[in-house]
């Protein structure tokens, strides 16, 4: 009996070999969800370049549709009846005397979408225009786009794109105040009025990396991210984790 009792006393662990245990059951646990969570976000990155390369074939199918053209970024139509209808490339928001009574797929599908490929599935914050249901994209306003409160108001033509694989079309929107769907170059072209440029950065929310559609067709992850421009004003406002495609307009105009 002695012996059978010194016997059990060996084989049970001490405390000192069950602390090493937990510890190296935590660090492998803590490895599996740090390879776990990478995975997810990279998953994520996936489907938000899917979402802009579906985007890229909308346009596409747009220009076909509009004698070349790309939709307009924005415009507001009013009637006699108190109806307001704000045209947008992704949403069209109707008032009634002030008052959103619906937000209907935009200038972008003509009519028909499913509108939740709006949504970025990594951005978590709001959209800086609140009647939108999804958000986290934008689309170039400074050089294709355009607008109806633009210094150039009509959109551009396909083949007025001299570069169409580095001119950027659709991206990852994302400024201080949330998202914002009018992405802006860094730098005022002739006529350009429109002075927070800041608000038309891009997120760099992808593990470091921003996603975008070019007007080729194609989508792609960017890492570099352009938050000195060379103009110091600009440069204080731009948030943490956004910034420009490029430090003057190259990545967004059309030469």
């Known amino acids: 009996m002695g012996l059978r009792l010194m016997n059990c006393k060996r084989s049970a662990f001490s405390l000192a070999e069950l602390l090493t245990v937990i510890s190296i059951i935590a660090m492998l646990t803590g490895l599996l969800l740090s390879a776990l969570l990478r995975a997810r976000n990279q998953s994520r990155a996936v489907v938000c370049l899917s979402n802009l390369r579906q985007m890229?074939?909308?346009?596409?199918v747009y220009t076909q549709n509009f004698g070349g053209y790309y939709p307009i970024a924005y415009y507001k139509s009013e009637t006699a009846e108190g109806l307001t209808y704000w045209y947008n490339w992704d949403f069209t928001t109707i008032l009634d005397r002030g008052t959103v009574t619906a937000v209907v797929p935009g200038l972008l599908w003509q009519g028909q979408t499913i509108m939740r490929i709006q949504q970025c599935p990594v951005f978590r914050g709001c959209s800086y225009t609140q009647a939108d249901p999804y958000t986290g994209y934008n689309y170039n306003t400074s050089y294709i786009g355009h607008g109806q409160y633009e210094c150039i108001q009509t959109p551009t033509k396909v083949d007025e794109v001299k570069r169409p694989g580095d001119c950027a079309?659709?991206?990852?929107?994302?400024?201080?105040?949330?998202?914002?769907?009018?992405?802006?170059?860094?730098?005022?072209?002739?006529?350009?009025?429109?002075?927070n440029r800041e608000a038309g950065t891009q997120g760099?929310?992808?593990?470091?990396?921003?996603?975008?559609?070019?007007c080729d067709g194609s989508s792609r992850a960017v890492r570099k991210c352009y938050n000195q421009t060379g103009n110091k004003y600009l440069d204080r406002k731009i948030a943490p984790g956004t910034g420009f495609l490029s430090p003057d307009n190259s990545a967004y105009d059309l030469e």
């Open 56 to 60: 890229a074939v909308a346009a596409s």
């Open 204 to 214: 760099y929310r992808h593990l470091g990396k921003t996603n975008v559609a070019w």
């Open 169 to 195: 079309l659709f991206g990852d929107g994302q400024w201080k105040d949330g998202a914002n769907k009018f992405m802006r170059a860094p730098w005022r072209s002739e006529g350009d009025t429109f002075q």
